[in-house]
C-alpha cells in the first residue's frame, strides 16, 4: 500500500523520469521524509527531497505551504540581490503536475518536494565549536533577512507552538488524564516541571506587556535544521521552514542551545554525559549575535539565558507530556524514547540553572554590555 502511494505521489510533481533510488531520510520528529534519486539527463544523478506533512499536527496543510511559499519567495529575493546562490541558499520548492505546491494523495495525505541540497550535510550533535557558531551565523543571518517580512500575512501553523504557558497547563492535563498509566512512574520528571512553573510565565509575560517583540522567527532551530556547506563548513541553508511565525528571538537562540550545547545527544539515557557545555554556547552567542547584526533590543539580549532555560523547560515538558499521553507527537523508534528525551532535557535545566550567571557574562561580554 506504501509503494502504491509512493508511486502515485512520484507520478504527480514534475520530476524527471527514471527513478533510481527511493529512501526515507533524515532524523526529524515530525514528517516522513524521503530522498529520491533519479537519473539525470547528463549521466549525473539528480536528488529531490520528498515529505508527507504530519497531518495529526499541522491541521491546515495548505495554509502551511502558503506560508512556506512566502518566506522561500521572500528569501530567495534577498539572497539574489546579495549576489547568493538561490538554488542552494533556501528551500526550492519542486511543482505538483498541477502547478499546485502540494500533492494531496487519495489516502488524504499531504506531500511536498523540495530540491536536495547538494554538498552539504546536518548534524545531530555538535562536532566541533566552529560549527556550532557557523550554524548561529546562519540562523541569526536567517532572522536578519525575515526581519520587514509582513508578518501578518503568515498563518499560525501550529497554535501556542511555543506559549510555554499552554505547554504547562497541557503537562497538568496529561498527569491528571494519565490515559496511559505511567504518571507513576515518572513521579520524580513531574515534580521537576512543576516545581519550576514560574519559568514558563516569564517570558510568555514579557511578550504580552510589549518588554520583549514578536519578530518573524523559525522556532525550531535545532542543528539539524541547517545545512553546512561540506567543503567551507560554512551554514548555507536554513529548512524545516513549518514553524516560520511571529515569535521571540530570545526562543530560536535557545532552541538551538537546547540542543546544540549539549554535550549528549537528545535522548541519551547516560545522564552523567549529559551538561551544558559554556564552550559551545559562547559560540553559539557569538555567531548568533553577529548573525542578528545588532538588530537586537538590550533586553532582549539580557534574556538570552532565559531563552535557553525555557525552551529546554517546554521541550522537556512536552516529551513529558507525550510520554503520558502515548507517545502521539514525536516519532518514537523505542519504548521509552520520549521519557529519555524528557530527562535529558530536564538534565540540561538544572545545569544552566547553575551557569546562568556564566552565560549572562559571555552575552555581555560579545554584546558590549557593561555589568
Ligand atoms: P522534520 O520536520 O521531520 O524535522 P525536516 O524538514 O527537518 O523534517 O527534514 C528532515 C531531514 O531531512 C533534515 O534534518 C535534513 O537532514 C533532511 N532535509 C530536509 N530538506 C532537505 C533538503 N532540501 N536537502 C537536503 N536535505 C534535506
Ligand atoms: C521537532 O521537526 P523537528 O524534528 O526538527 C519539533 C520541535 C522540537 C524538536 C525536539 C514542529 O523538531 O519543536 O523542539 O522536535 N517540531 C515540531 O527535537 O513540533
Ligand atoms: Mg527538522
Redesign the pocket.
Known sequence: MEQEIMQEVIQHFRFPEHLKEEIPYG?????DTFRLTFEGETGKPRRFILQRM?KE?FLRPVELMENIVGVTTWLRGKIISNGGDPERETLNLVPAADGNCYYRDSAGDYWRAYLFIEDAVCYNQVEKPEDFYESALAFGHFQRLLADYPAKTLHET?KD?HNTEERFLKLQKAVREDVCKRADKVKDEIAFALSRESLAHTLCRMQKNGELPLRVTH??T?L??IMMDRATGKGICVI?L??VMPGLAVNDFG?SI??GASTGA?DERDLSKIWCSLELFEAYTKGFLEGCGGSLTHEEICMLPDGAIT?TYE?GI??LTDYLSGDT??KTHREGQNLD?CRTQFKLVADMEQKKQQMYEIIANYANIKQ
Open positions: 532524523s526529524g520528529h515530525i514528517n504530519n499536527i501550529i507552538f522556532n525550531d535545532k539539524n535544521n524545516d513549518d514553524t532552541d537546547r540542543f537528545e525552551m521541550c512536552r516529551f507527537y514525536f528525551r
